[in-house]
């Protein structure tokens, strides 16, 4: 598989994520909690907790902090969040795809429009860019110190039931099914690989370059969403030069 490294846009923006650690930590505890309310707060049979445990681990987020919101989830807590998604344009036209899981959707909607208007985007209609994205298992495997090469990776990759692999200078990034992520990931890991991130994303079917000039105004966007304390995870199908951070 070539095209864009996922991987290198999440590497670039992970300084900046991480002062914003709080923050990151509060919005896994919500999908912890959501998690165990549909699927109870056993992972052993809720694949989704299991997730979104790697995710909170992968975060570096204390064991403390999940359990206490994997503990808020099976008690009598009757908060009521609802998932939502919003579709747009951001600056030089890029589909932008935002997940939001939200208490208050007139909040949260009038926040997501603001951050599209003053940074040259446009929230879209229901339905207006999701088209352009799959849904799939995303898993990372970092290369550094992984006496592996890309054939003997692909052929486990298939052999754990994986779709596709694609490979960079610092990492093996392997798409699955969906339905299929949790079984890969065991799979791989039961050979001993480390996995760096292992979790449900969305992925462009294709990408263009941000033009230059729009890309500082992009980066804004995308920042305002990212820290959006309902907004969950957002998604664009746009390069951005290789010079900014994102």
């Not at 598989?1 to 919005?27: E, L, P, V, Y």
């Amino acid at each position: 598989m070539s095209g864009h490294s996922k991987w290198h846009n999440i590497q670039g923006r992970k300084n900046a994520q991480d002062a914003k650690r709080g923050k990151i930590f509060q919005k896994i505890s919500r999908e912890l909690f959501m998690a165990v309310k549909a699927g109870g707060p056993d992972p052993s049979s809720n694949p989704q907790l299991r997730l979104i445990m790697d995710k909170a681990r992968a975060a570096n987020m204390p064991k403390d902090n999940v359990k206490r919101a994997v503990d808020k989830g099976a008690g009598s807590d009757t908060a009521n969040y609802e998932e939502t998604t919003y579709e747009g344009y951001g600056p030089g036209g890029v589909a932008v795809l935002v997940h939001a899981l939200t208490d208050n959707k007139n909040r949260t909607s009038s926040s997501v429009r603001v951050a599209f208007t003053r940074n040259g985007g446009a929230l879209g209609a229901s339905g207006s860019v999701a088209y352009m994205f799959d849904r799939r298992g995303y898993i990372v495997i970092e290369r550094e110190g992984l006496d592996v090469d890309e054939d003997q990776m692909l052929e486990d990759v298939l052999e754990a039931g994986g779709d596709d692999l694609q490979t960079s200078d610092e990492a093996f990034e392997i798409y699955t099914d969906p339905k299929q992520l949790a079984a890969v990931r065991d799979a791989l890991a039961a050979k001993d690989y480390k996995l760096a991130t292992a979790e449900l994303t969305m992925i462009p079917e294709n990408t263009t370059p941000v033009p230059a000039d729009k890309a500082e105004q992009f980066e804004r966007m995308i920042d305002l969403l990212e820290d959006d304390d309902d907004v969950s995870e957002v998604y664009y199908a746009g390069e951005l030069p290789e010079n900014t951070e994102a």
